[in-house]
């Protein structure tokens, strides 16, 4: 593969450079490493840079959607940082609304690369807001669909931060807008829509440090990752509250029709965390939830599967099955309950309860 890639660079007039970032870009939408391998050792970044330059808006929209997609993990978006951020603020100002919008994702891309350390400061203070809120502009007023989807993968970086996420959720327009969305079947951008959701809702799996290697990285002058203070308990569950009143609920139940497993495995993550509370349960059900969980349960990724029977389990604790799985009775046995129960019962076969189920005690 890579002697195809230097043919096409030996060559180096225009069509040979759109084919060479062309074709690396379908790599990095795939086979990310070999892509990534291919982008280092045939100088590409530079080829990248000066077509995203070219003033030709084919070659622009070709660089700038490679250079997008090359900035996808956090050292190589601080690569594309230092290399072509820049470029990516002059496509911003194009004309071209398709190659703006992709250069607000690779920007967006770039400012969240922190993740959720908010003593991290690879932008300016107030970048990742800024973004956003261009993010969400053409979220809510493009009627183009191609427009939109670029909105939301932009949101799905930027809602790390937990400014973006407290100032998203109460912008009501833009989540009826992300809710219309999530009408479409194309998988990437169900699963970016459901990426902002598992943001907004914190529940993302984090890793706590122990207190031990906190005290030494400390001591050896290294850097500490720090939670941010408005992803604090209180609010946490103030923006659950939010998404609930904005609608949510029958979104989800929705999403869990889609047949991609990790989509399906963000789905099970959101309606969990909401499921910690109780008062959300009875709207879950009455929205179709309980039902809806189940194929969550028995079917998909080994977290999704857990998360899932997770949420059941915390709905099944204090809702009526009847009222819960409705529908489900065959000669006077409760199927939905026979499927929940299988579900629980392959999760606490394989699982400690205690991780399983956390926070409910077992007697």
Known sequence: MIFCFRALRERDDVQSRIRTIAALSVLLQGPFDTGNAILGSQNLVDLMIQMAGSGDPLQELIAVEAIV???????????????????????????????KVIALVGLSKIASSKGTDSSANLVTEGSCQTLARACSKFLTTSGKFEIRRWAADGLAYLTLDADVKEEFVDNLPALKSLFNLCQCDDAHVLYSITTIFVNLTNTYDTRKPEKEMTELATYAKQHVPEAHPKDANEFVEERRRKLVEAGIIPVLVQLCKHKSSNCREQVARVFLGLCENEKYRGPIVAAGGGKSLLPLALDGTPVGKTKAAQALSKIAITTNPGNAFPGQRVKGTSVGMTKATQALAKIAITTNPEIAFPGQRVC
């Open 69 to 99: 997609l090359s900035a996808s993990k956090k050292d190589k978006a601080a690569g594309i940082l230092s290399l072509g951020s820049e470029v990516l603020k002059d496509l911003y100002q194009s004309a071209n609304e398709q190659i």
